[in-house]
């Protein structure tokens, strides 16, 4: 995403939608709300999966691990994450997502 858009993910709830996702290359396909649509893109994606070389696949696995984020470091988003799920603000937020509305804070 780079840290621009993270940052305006993060700190903005910013939204993006489905074709958004996809120019950013956040999502690999966006795919109709078909059913034999999506299982036909999802057998599609499982037939390149079993393609790939298990060596070059264990290989590049081990290589993505090198340049992901530290452990610490995603230990420590997910120990936010869940400490902002118990804070006040939590139960709004959480009502105002599932319910589709703006939060009551925002008004």
Same mark, same amino acid.
């Given at each position: 995403l780079g840290d621009r858009l993270a940052r305006q993910c993060l700190l903005q709830g910013l939204k993006l939608s489905a074709a958004e996702a996809l120019a950013l290359g956040m999502v690999d396909? !966006? !795919? =109709? #709300? =078909? =059913?034999?649509a999506l299982q036909a893109a999802t057998a *599609?994606? @499982?037939?390149?999966?079993? /393609? /790939? *070389?298990? #060596?070059? !696949? #264990?290989?590049?696995?081990?290589?993505l691990a090198q340049v992901n984020p530290p452990a610490d @470091?995603?230990?420590?988003?997910?120990i936010a994450f869940a400490a902002s799920l118990r804070n006040a603000e939590a139960p709004e937020g959480l009502a105002a997502f599932a319910q589709k509305r703006r939060v009551r804070w925002a008004e």
């Amino acid at each position: 995403l780079g840290d621009r858009l993270a940052r305006q993910c993060l700190l903005q709830g910013l939204k993006l939608s489905a074709a958004e996702a996809l120019a950013l290359g956040m999502v690999d396909e !966006v !795919v =109709d #709300g =078909d =059913d034999s649509a999506l299982q036909a893109a999802t057998a *599609a994606l @499982l037939n390149r999966l079993k /393609a /790939a *070389a298990p #060596g070059a !696949v #264990g290989a590049t696995k081990k290589l993505l691990a090198q340049v992901n984020p530290p452990a610490d @470091l995603r230990e420590a988003a997910a120990i936010a994450f869940a400490a902002s799920l118990r804070n006040a603000e939590a139960p709004e937020g959480l009502a105002a997502f599932a319910q589709k509305r703006r939060v009551r804070w925002a008004e």
